[in-house]
Structures are given as structure tokens and as C-alpha cells.
């Protein structure tokens, strides 16, 4: 009997013996929080595991819950954060450079003077505004002041700045979109000297155009240059549009022509056509331009903007471009571009007041969100802000 109990007692501290060891043991492995940890969806620069760890394999085991915890990170930088269009003020620190010293100048003097003038006069034919409308602008507030109208500097250069702006104001600076057919799409022409600015103006232009809802295709009228096409391409892709393009050497005309065909059989609304740069005094270009307009106005086309882009950094020299271009394509407006980096800014207003030819667009830039619509008030506030 002493025995049988004696033998009841050992079976049983035994099995307590078995139940607490199998309590104890799973708890040995590190449980779920530090699993958590390793899963972290930032993958870290892997840290050598330790070495000859007994508890290792445990710890990867539960890697099946994962995806719940990485998802969501992964998915927030996606969000696109809508690109800011650049501001005249922000960029124009080249054009305000050469004015605002001269402006603190005036503004310094009791009352004014000679040197006012002359101050004013030197700052505004050095920003390239041209004599004439120097001379208009400063004759028309000569008179103002003379009549006592205008009789302290900072009132005078309040009412230079209006005067400035009311000059620029009235001009049509819309881009002409005429809807229509479906199978007539419109065709904007993008002419000028090389190296302004005009496949870069396209590229952004077709972004923009892309944005507001329209379909675009980029013809590559340019077969002089063998990297043009590629460079017109690498905008396309960029920028949501269809391309076309031909052999390099090619005839302009009949790419942009193919261009505007393909664009009427996709049912596209805008071909961009490019061109080659060309200097404004070779005859022989500026004819092949004459014969792109008018093959393009040919087919199921209509074109409604011949842009001539100018280069702000060239100054008065792009008047003399313009003259050309306009007596050969019939521009319709102009693309200033690399205002951004250009002391020249003034340049809007002989292209404006001596060539009668809207400033359309604006180059603030080198990256795809960097062209805007010339907005007069603005452009000449950013050139007077201190
Ligand atoms: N800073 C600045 N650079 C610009 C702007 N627009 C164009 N560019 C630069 O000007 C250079 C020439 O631009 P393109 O678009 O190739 O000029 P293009 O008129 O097509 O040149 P060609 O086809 O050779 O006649 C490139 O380096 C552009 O990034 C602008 O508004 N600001
Ligand atoms: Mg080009």
C-alpha cells in the first residue's frame, strides 16, 4: 500500500514537472512585439545576425503578418504633391538687381532732381526697355511733376510703376484654341534662333496643356539637329503626349505635316510643332519656314499660334528677330524665355511697344513646371520689390 501511494506521488510531481517546462518554453523565443520591430517597412542596413544564437530561427518565423504593417508606408510618398508654379518675384532677382539700387537712390533724395533722371533714364535703358519708351515713360512723368502733380521721389516712382504696368495692360495674351472637328486639331508653331528655348517651351507647354484636360501630340519639325527628336521625345513621355518625328535631314514641313494627319486620325486636340533654330538673316531657312507655316495650314490643321520665342538674356537683339520671324510666319505672340536669368527683363516692353506682338508665355526656368503666363502687374511689381 505505502508503496502504490508512494508510487501515486512520484507520477504526479512528475507530470508538474513536464506541465511547467512546457509553460515555461514558449516563453523563451522573444514573442510578438520585437517581431513587430523587425518588420519594419524601412528596409535598415542589415546588422549581422548573432552569431551562433539559439533563439534565431524563432524569430523569423512569424514573418506571415507582415504585409499589414509595411502597406501603408509604402503607399504615403505616392501622394503627389502638386509642383507650385514659380513666381515672377522669386525669380527675377537679376532684372530687380540692376533697378531697385538706382530706385533706393531716388527714393534717398529729399526731392527730385537732375540726377533723379538720369538715374531713372541710365536704369531703364540698361534693363532694356528701350529709348523710345524710356523716353515716353519719363516725358510723360517730367510732365507731372512740372505741373506739381508729382512732387516727392517715392510718389514718383509709385506712378512710374503704374505707368509701366498700364502699358503692358490691354495687349491679348490668350493662346488661341479653337474647338472644333474632332479630327481637326489645333496646331501651335514654335519658331526662333537656336539654342532660345523652343523645345524646352513645348515640353512644358504640353504638361500644362496636358493638365488642363487636352491631348497633345509634339511634332519634331526639328531633322536638322540628329539629338532633337530624342529630346522632343524625352518631353512626350514626360509629359503625357504622342510624338512624331522623321529621318533626320528630313523635310520639316512634311514631319509636322504627318504629325498633324496622325493627330487628326487619334482625334487629338493640339500638335506643338518644333523647328529648327535658325538665324532670322539666313533667306534659304527663313523660306523653309514659310513653307512649314503653310504646309501645316494645309491638312486637317488649324494653326492658331505661331509663337516666336525669344531668349531674355539676348536683350535688344531679339528685336531684330522678331522682325524677321514675324515678316516670315505671321507671329502670333511671343515666348520669353530665361527671364530667370536675365538683367534684361525690359526687353517686354520694345517687343510689346515697337513690334505690337503680345508676350505670351514666360521661361522661369529649366524644369517642366517652370513656364507661366505673363501677367504684366505682377512682372513689374517683382522688378520694383525691395
Ligand atoms: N534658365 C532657363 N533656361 C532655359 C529656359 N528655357 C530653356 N532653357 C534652357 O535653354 C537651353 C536650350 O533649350 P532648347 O529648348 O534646347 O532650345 P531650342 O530653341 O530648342 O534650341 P535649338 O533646337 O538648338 O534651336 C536648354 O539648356 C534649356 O534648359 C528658361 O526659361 N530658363
Ligand atoms: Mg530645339
Known sequence: MIYLVLAIVVVVAGLGVVVLNRRRSPELPPTRPQVTIARTPKPVAPSPPAMGSVAAPEVVEPEVAAPEVVEPEVVEPEVAVEPEKPRFRDRMSKSRAALVGVFAGVRGRTGITDETWDELEEALLRADVGVRVTNELLGGLRDRVKSKEITAPDALLEALQAEMISRLSGADRVLHFEPGEPDSPNVWLFVGVNGVGKTTTIGKLGAAQVALGRTVLMAAGDTFRAAAAEQLGMWAERSGSDLVRGAEGGDPSSVIFDGIEAASARKIDLVLADTAGRLHNKSNLMEELRKVRRVAAKGKGRVTETLLVIDATTGQNGLAQAREFGQTTDVTGVVLTKLDGSARGGIVFA?????????????????????????PAEFIEALFSE
Not at 517687343?351 to 501677367?375: R, S, Y
Open 351 to 375: 517687343i510689346e511697344t515697337e513690334l505690337g506682338l503680345p508676350v505670351k508665355l514666360v521661361g522661369l526656368g529649366e524644369t517642366i513646371n517652370d513656364l507661366v503666363a505673363f501677367e
